[in-house]
C-alpha cells in the first residue's frame, strides 16, 4: 500500500509560480512511476506530468516547458514545480502512485486545490 499526501495548494496570480508537494509512505517512490494529475470544475481528470522509475518524464502539451516533475528519494517526496501559471491551470492537483502489480495508476492523494487568479 501507498499513501500519499499533497501539500503547496494555494492562490497565485497568472504569471506567478507555485510548488506541489506529494509526501509518500508504505513504498518507495523510486521503485514506481509517479504522476500528478488535475480536475477542474466540469472537466474530466488529466494526467498533467509523470516521471518513471528510470526517470524519464512525461508532460500533457498544455504545460510543457512551464510545469516540472522530479523527485527526492531520500525525502521520499515528489514534486511539481509550476511557472508562469495561467487562469486555466486552475483545479485540484492529485499525486498518484502506478500499482506494481496493475501497471496503472492505483493509489492517490486527498488532492490540493491550485487557484490562478488573473
Known amino acids: 500500500q501507498v499513501q500519499l499526501v499533497e501539500s503547496g495548494g494555494g492562490l497565485v496570480q497568472a504569471g506567478g509560480s507555485l510548488r506541489l508537494s506529494c509526501a509518500a509512505s508504505?513504498?518507495?517512490?523510486?521503485?514506481?512511476?509517479m504522476g500528478w494529475y488535475r480536475q477542474a470544475p466540469g472537466k474530466q481528470r488529466e494526467l498533467v506530468a509523470s516521471?518513471?522509475?528510470?526517470?524519464?518524464?512525461n508532460y500533457a502539451d498544455s504545460v510543457k516547458g512551464r510545469f516540472t516533475i522530479s523527485r527526492d528519494y531520500i525525502k521520499n517526496t515528489v514534486y511539481l514545480q509550476m511557472n508562469t501559471v495561467k487562469p486555466e491551470d486552475t483545479a485540484i492537483y492529485y499525486c498518484?502512485?502506478?500499482?506494481?502489480?496493475?501497471?496503472?495508476?492505483?493509489?492517490w492523494g486527498q488532492g490540493t486545490q491550485v487557484t490562478v487568479s488573473s
Open positions: 508504505g513504498s518507495a517512490i523510486s521503485t514506481r512511476t
Open positions: 516521471i518513471s522509475k528510470s526517470d524519464t518524464t
Open positions: 498518484a502512485a502506478v500499482s506494481r502489480v496493475t501497471g496503472q495508476y492505483a493509489y
